[in-house]
């Protein structure tokens, strides 16, 4: 799963988008394909922030996520559901994407309060 993560994601999509981000830093959660050692690698001349292995309430997209599958409809293809996802993340509403941004000071105090436990976010 690690090298199909980089050669699916990482080095088509993410390395080319860091690239263009000078002083960037990434950050991702541990899910397997991240933490693989190919994926580190891969990884090793871009600053990543280190993710807490119990703190999945740092994850913004995880809301983004929710917000698209509420409107997915029934797709019967693959290509269907590739354009249906593609076409909803671009109309996706900013505001809620800024909301979720600003609300990461007090989603990382929550999670030091919580030791790194589950959080209301």
């Not at 263009?20 to 690698?41: M, W, Y």
């Not at 309430?57 to 809301?63: G, M, N, T, V």
């Not at 809620?96 to 309060?113: E, K, S």
Request: hydrophobic fraction near 35%; proline fraction near 7%.
């Amino acid at each position: 799963m690690g090298q199909r993560y980089v050669d699916n994601i990482l080095r088509h999509h993410v390395g080319p988008f860091l690239n263009g981000l000078p002083g960037v830093i990434f950050l991702q959660d541990n899910a397997r394909p991240h933490t693989a050692r190919v994926s580190q690698d891969f990884l090793r001349h871009v600053q990543t922030l280190p993710w807490s292995a119990r703190s999945p309430d740092l994850s913004s997209i995880e809301h983004v996520w929710d917000q698209l599958k509420r409107q997915m409809p029934m797709c019967h293809s693959v290509h269907d559901l590739e354009v249906t996802v593609q076409d909803l993340w671009v109309h996706l509403p900013q505001d809620n994407i800024r909301r979720l941004i600003n609300t990461m000071p007090d989603r990382v105090v929550a999670c030091i309060a919580t030791g790194g436990g589950p959080t209301r976010y």
